[in-house]
């Protein structure tokens, strides 16, 4: 076989890869790297058999393909099913609104906080980060002592007897 349909058959198939890559398995994976691998195969055999002119210009054919590849993706919506067009529906955190209620109450570690986990305040399940990055097992109770932006911070309860 002549090395310039070995180089066409080459660039053709990097073409191909890089273009299932981009629009049926989306990252950048295997495929990707094979098709880029095959593209550059594909020139540097046309370089190597009949100079630099045709090398580069494969080079070219290989990056204008794989273009006009991504935008014939976007333009056909293959990429539609990679962009999320469904609202997300449901309330934010009401943290901040109950932030200076909070402060004092007292609740249970539901996990072992260490530093950060979750636990039961007034019925509420909420994330907090223990104070001075302190281990703080499952079942102690804990109490609130400051917000911090989106961090409940707690520490241990003097008073371990709580009935929550």
């Known amino acids: 076989m002549s090395p310039v349909i070995y180089a066409i ?48 210009a494969a080079i070219g054919f290989g990056a204008a393909a794989a273009g006009l590849g991504v935008y014939w993706s976007f333009k056909l919506g293959f990429t539609k099913r990679l962009v999320l067009e469904d609202q997300v529906v449901g309330d934010s955190s009401d943290l901040p609104a109950q932030a200076e209620k909070l402060v004092g109450q007292v609740g249970i570690a539901v996990s072992d906080l260490h530093p950060a986990g979750i636990a039961r305040i007034n019925g509420q399940r909420i994330d907090v ?28 309860h003097l008073a371990q007897e709580t009935t929550l």
Do not use: C, H, K, M
């Open 129 to 156: 980060v223990a104070a001075d990055g302190e281990y703080i097992e499952s079942g102690t109770a804990i109490e609130i002592i400051n917000i911090n932006q989106n961090s409940v911070v707690i520490q241990r």
């Open 9 to 56: 058959i080459l660039l053709a198939v990097g073409v191909l890869l890089i273009g299932i890559e981009v629009a049926i398995i989306p990252g950048f994976g295997l495929v990707g790297v094979l098709g880029a691998g095959a593209l550059l195969y594909g020139a540097f055999i046309a370089y190597q058999n009949y100079g630099s002119a045709w090398g580069f």
